[in-house]
T-cell receptor, first 114, second 109 residues
Framework: DGGITQSPKYLFRKEGQNVTLSCEQN?????MYWYRQDPGQGLRLIYY???????QKGDIAEGYSVSREKKESFPLTVTSAQKNPTAFYLC?????????????FGEGSRLTVL | GQNIDQPTEMTATEGAIVQINCTYQ??????LFWYQQHAGEAPTFLSY??LDGLEEKGRFSSFLSRSKGYSYLLLKELQMKDSASYLC??????????WGAGTKLIIKP
């Protein structure tokens, strides 16, 4: 089935540790996005990539890093520099032109820092 | 700054009709999206409006007025499974999506 797979679904981290969240898609979509969702707030864009080997910072990129070595994969690393990393992280893809294409979301990864 | 406003929470009765409003102030406009998100799950696409007027899709309809910076999502014949958060998002002049905080809809029997 075509879709977006995020893993792990739940992750616990100790302070000072880096963690990497996986996002894999088989929709053949060019654009991929990482969002953070906190209670009472709208989705906030962390990073996005329109094409392989290229990515751009979003509104809250500090403390995060990404790579886009393959079209299918867009992993997000939450580094120890991110001061408040506990959140729900959503990966999304967009297949059509950026001006009309809806976003397709993965099921999310919930990160808790202990 | 850019801003999307939606009510935080609404309650409605099974079988009834509910209207969820969204007002926006953004740098340019390239369309408005509505998404549904059940607790702990991914958002799923409901509708897209770029021109003024009403778009109907089954029990759900979405309306847009660009001059007023206003949209609403209308849900008819409410079912218990419609209990979810409804997210409004506007695509600005840079084709970036600006998201509202979402409206949590509670359906009572």
């Amino acid at each position: 089935d075509g879709g977006i797979t995020q893993s792990p679904k739940y992750l616990f981290r100790k302070e000072g540790q880096n963690v990497t969240l996986s996002c894999e898609q088989n929709l053949n979509h060019d654009a991929m996005y990482w969002y953070r969702q906190d209670p009472g707030q709208g989705l906030r864009l962390i990073y996005y990539s329109q094409i392989v080997n290229d990515f751009q910072k979003g509104d809250i990129a500090e403390g995060y890093s990404v790579s886009r070595e393959k079209k299918e994969s867009f992993p997000l690393t939450v580094t120890s520099a991110q001061k408040n990393p506990t959140a729900f992280y959503l990966c999304a893809t967009q297949g059509q032109g950026r001006d009309t294409g809806e976003l397709f979301f993965g099921e999310g990864s919930r990160l808790t820092v202990l | 700054g850019q801003n999307i406003d939606q009510p935080t929470e609404m309650t409605a009765t099974e079988g009834a009709i509910v209207q969820i409003n969204c007002t926006y102030q953004t740098s340019g406009f390239n369309g408005l999206f509505w998404y549904q998100q059940h607790a702990g799950e991914a958002p799923t696409f409901l509708s897209y409006n770029v021109l003024d007027g009403l778009e109907e899709k089954g029990r759900f309809s979405s309306f847009l007025s660009r001059s007023k910076g206003y949209s609403y999502l209308l849900l008819k014949e409410l079912q218990m499974k419609d209990s979810a958060s409804y997210l409004c998002a506007v695509m600005d002049s840079n084709y970036q999506l600006i998201w509202g905080a979402g409206t949590k809809l509670i359906i009572k029997p």
